[in-house]
């Protein structure tokens, strides 16, 4: 299996006139858990559509698990899990209904799914939920189900859109906990976040600005080049510095 997960050169989308990801290039390897920051609107959700075979990109190159983005799209699709910034499960279905109809979208055939089921279920604790309606559950949980949910066909590496906005602190940190795990399976872990304290869980991360990178290393590494105690300060100081330019 390749090492890296993630590689792009010079990876740029535009919609008309407008630059929204410009030139980015990265190398994610495979089980790094990889923080993608950037304030609202720098591009974050639109690099992410390209990496899972989503959106076309304008122009530069990338891979994904070894997959070209643009020739091998479909194959990509296949190989990810995906947990989108604004939708991951339905509150009106039961969690049972939820994973079946996941596992169905990812061309699970019913033994697997019920097998599957069983095990992310008991895994989370679940288990005693399994016919209660999803938006019955705390936040933490849910987060927690869709990105077992987002695994249901083993991909080997999964992209968490803001996976934890409108989730509390201490259902954070048992979502982090699932994270972490999944990373030591040698699962790639690709995920957007504005909390800066999940940056600091992250082996590496990059900040974005106005569609381009502008730091990219691990968090020590931040803190100790711009000499500032938390990823929250440097990227304070970043973001100033980047708007008067
Ligand atoms: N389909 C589209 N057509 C035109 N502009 C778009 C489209 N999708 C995104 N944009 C613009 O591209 C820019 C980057 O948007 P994107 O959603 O990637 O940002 P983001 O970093 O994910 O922001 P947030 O933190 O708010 O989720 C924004 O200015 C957005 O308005
Ligand atoms: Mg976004």
């Given at each position: 299996?390749s090492?890296?997960a993630v590689?792009?050169?010079g990876?740029?989308?535009?919609?008309g006139d407008?630059?929204?990801?410009?030139?980015?290039?990265?190398?994610?390897?495979?089980?790094?858990?990889?923080?993608?920051?950037?304030?609202?609107g720098a591009?974050?959700?639109?690099?992410i559509?390209m990496?899972?075979?989503?959106l076309?990109?304008?122009?530069?190159?990338g891979?994904?698990?070894g997959?070209?983005l643009y020739?091998?799209?479909e194959r990509?699709?296949q190989?990810i899990?995906?947990m989108s910034?604004?939708f991951?499960?339905?509150?009106?279905l039961t969690?049972?209904e939820?994973?079946?109809f996941?596992?169905g979208i990812?061309?699970?055939?019913?033994?697997?799914?019920?097998?599957?089921?069983?095990q992310?279920?008991?895994d989370?604790?679940?288990t005693?939920?399994?016919?209660k309606l999803?938006?019955t559950?705390?936040?933490g949980f849910?987060q927690?189900?869709a990105?077992?949910?987002a695994?249901?066909h083993?991909?080997?590496?999964?992209f968490?859109?803001?996976p934890?906005?409108g989730v509390?602190p201490?259902s954070r940190?048992?979502?982090?906990d699932?994270?972490?795990?999944t990373?030591?399976r040698?699962?790639?872990?690709?995920?957007?976040?504005?909390?800066?304290?999940?940056?600091?869980?992250?082996?590496r991360?990059s900040?974005?600005?106005?569609?381009?990178i502008?730091a990219?290393?691990r968090p020590?590494?931040?803190r100790e080049?711009?000499?500032?105690p938390?990823?929250q300060?440097?990227?304070?100081?970043?973001m100033?510095?980047?708007s008067?330019?």
């Amino acid at each position: 299996m390749s090492e890296i997960a993630v590689q792009t050169s010079g990876l740029t989308k535009k919609f008309g006139d407008f630059v929204a990801v410009d030139q980015v290039s990265i190398d994610v390897k495979r089980g790094e858990i990889f923080g993608f920051l950037g304030a609202n609107g720098a591009g974050k959700t639109t690099m992410i559509r390209m990496l899972c075979g989503l959106l076309k990109p304008t122009s530069g190159e990338g891979k994904v698990t070894g997959l070209d983005l643009y020739a091998e799209s479909e194959r990509i699709k296949q190989k990810i899990g995906y947990m989108s910034q604004k939708f991951s499960l339905y509150n009106d279905l039961t969690l049972s209904e939820n994973i079946d109809f996941y596992g169905g979208i990812y061309g699970l055939n019913p033994t697997d799914i019920e097998f599957k089921k069983n095990q992310l279920l008991a895994d989370l604790q679940l288990t005693p939920w399994r016919d209660k309606l999803t938006g019955t559950l705390p936040p933490g949980f849910k987060q927690g189900l869709a990105l077992g949910t987002a695994m249901l066909h083993d991909p080997s590496i999964v992209f968490l859109d803001e996976p934890t906005s409108g989730v509390d602190p201490s259902s954070r940190r048992a979502f982090w906990d699932v994270i972490y795990q999944t990373a030591s399976r040698g699962i790639t872990v690709f995920v957007t976040t504005h909390f800066m304290d999940e940056a600091e869980y992250c082996h590496r991360i990059s900040i974005m600005s106005t569609g381009k990178i502008i730091a990219l290393d691990r968090p020590d590494n931040l803190r100790e080049k711009y000499k500032l105690p938390t990823i929250q300060s440097v990227f304070v100081h970043l973001m100033r510095q980047a708007s008067t330019h």
